[in-house]
């Protein structure tokens, strides 16, 4: 009789922390779910400010580099000084 008595006061004390441990979690399921409703509201804000300040930055070194482009002068002048022509020879054609 004693084995039934301790099956019985561990199945009352399963039931009793279920049940203790449902309602603890049914009361912290509404700031849970407030808790993370405003951090995904925060991290999408958040990202939407980091989008538009990249584009921001993106547009104005954009105007820059056209801004220095009109001043510039043509590409194809990159040399400032001589330019000396080196003769190309095969040295397996003299060889043979």
């Given at each position: 009789m004693n084995e039934q008595i301790k099956k019985y006061i561990y199945i009352i004390g399963t039931i009793f922390i279920v049940f203790l441990v449902g309602s603890i979690f049914i009361r912290i399921l509404p700031w849970l779910i407030l808790i993370g409703a405003m951090a995904y509201i925060i991290i999408k804000v958040m990202g939407f400010i980091k989008v538009k300040k990249e584009q921001k930055n993106s547009n104005d070194i954009k105007n820059n580099y056209?801004?220095?482009?009109?001043?510039k002068e043509s590409t194809d002048d990159y040399t400032n000084g001589e330019i000396i022509d080196v003769e190309y020879e095969d040295i397996d054609d003299k060889e043979k």
């Open positions: 056209r801004n220095q482009d009109i001043n």
